[in-house]
């Protein structure tokens, strides 16, 4: 979304074509991705990707998507495309002038630059956090507070003309921060949270793009780990365990086979002759201490005039993930 906006932080002219879609222009990617926006109509949006700042995010709000919003982005010093979040307040379903109140990341040692031995082999890794996370509690008019914690992992793009086997040294170092990442929030963040006395039964959702899915890739077969099934915890500890909405959805068949039947955005393999690959990347976990409260998992795909990415083609490259709340 930074494409969208000047230095001042005012919306570039609508003609202007954006950096990172030079296909499209500002105006096509205001007007198609607020329109994902109503559409879905929802009643609180976490954004990957977004501006870096909330006055950014507020004006699109304002500006471009029905209804009235509170925003928020959470800052990442030296990063771009960061994580931010929008609640809506017309529809009075979130108190009003305070639907939520913002925990700042900066200030959790947790999501600091920490270090991992993540191979287990006595060698200390140095890592960091991209995108810090973006951990807001949300207010309900009716019903009890609960959490979001908005992640945008390291991508695992290599966009780099690069000789094969330093391109395959490359994927497998971005597999390993995934998975240290995933590693900290669990074992730092998640299990402690859902220890402590103070938020153990809270409920919190955590979302956003993972950039891993389920089961183990090439280069997760070397490193023996998996990074969103290390986020939703280890079987050994059943009670700390997220829940996954999209899983949630999948036929009794597709659940006992493992056959994970989703997608959340596709892209062409330049290595492979341009052969698509469909690929489940983002995620809506869940705490298990309230039961039932999230049901109605879906990547969006089908959209009422057909489907997303012809319709509403300069929105984003990832299908929005939805899910119903009951809090």
Not at 186 to 192: G, H, M, P, Q, V
Not at 278 to 307: C, F
């Amino acid at each position: 979304m930074n494409d969208l906006f000047d230095s001042q932080g005012a919306f570039k002219p609508d003609d202007e074509k954006p950096f990172h879609t030079p296909d499209s222009t500002v105006k096509q990617r205001r007007t198609d991705l607020a329109g994902v926006i109503d559409e879905l109509s929802p009643d609180v949006v976490v954004m990957v990707e977004g501006p870096n700042r909330t006055t950014e995010l507020q004006l699109f709000f304002d500006s471009d998507v029905t209804g009235q919003w509170q925003t928020q982005v959470q800052p990442t010093a030296g990063s771009s495309q960061l994580v931010g979040c929008a609640v809506r307040l017309d529809t009075n379903k979130f108190n009003n002038p305070n639907p939520f109140s913002v925990i700042d990341t900066t200030t959790l040692s947790v999501f600091a630059p920490f270090e991992l031995d993540n191979e287990e082999d006595g060698v200390i890794e140095k890592y960091y956090f991209e995108r810090l996370p973006l951990y807001v509690e949300l207010n309900p008019v009716n019903g009890n507070p609960f959490r979001i914690l908005g992640l945008h992992l390291k991508s695992k793009g290599i966009f780099d003309a690069l000789e094969w086997s330093k391109w395959w040294e490359r994927s497998l170092a971005n597999r390993r921060k995934i998975f240290a990442q995933c590693t900290q929030i669990r074992l730092k963040f998640l299990d402690e949270y859902l220890k402590d006395n103070a938020t153990k039964n809270i409920p919190l959702i955590v979302c956003g793009d993972i950039n891993d899915g389920p089961g183990y890739d090439a280069d997760e077969k070397k490193i023996l780990g998996s990074g969103i099934e290390r986020l939703m915890g280890l079987v050994w500890f059943p009670e700390l365990c997220m829940g996954n909405a999209l899983f949630d959805t999948l036929s009794d068949a597709k659940k006992m086979k493992l056959d994970f039947d989703v997608e959340t955005t596709s892209f062409k393999d330049p290595i492979f002759n341009n052969v698509y690959h469909r690929e489940w990347i983002d995620h809506i976990l869940y705490t298990r201490n309230k039961p039932n409260w999230v049901k109605d998992g879906k990547s969006n795909i089908d959209m009422q005039a057909g489907k997303i990415w012809t319709v509403y083609k300069h929105a984003s490259d990832h299908h929005p993930i939805t899910a119903t709340l009951e809090v």
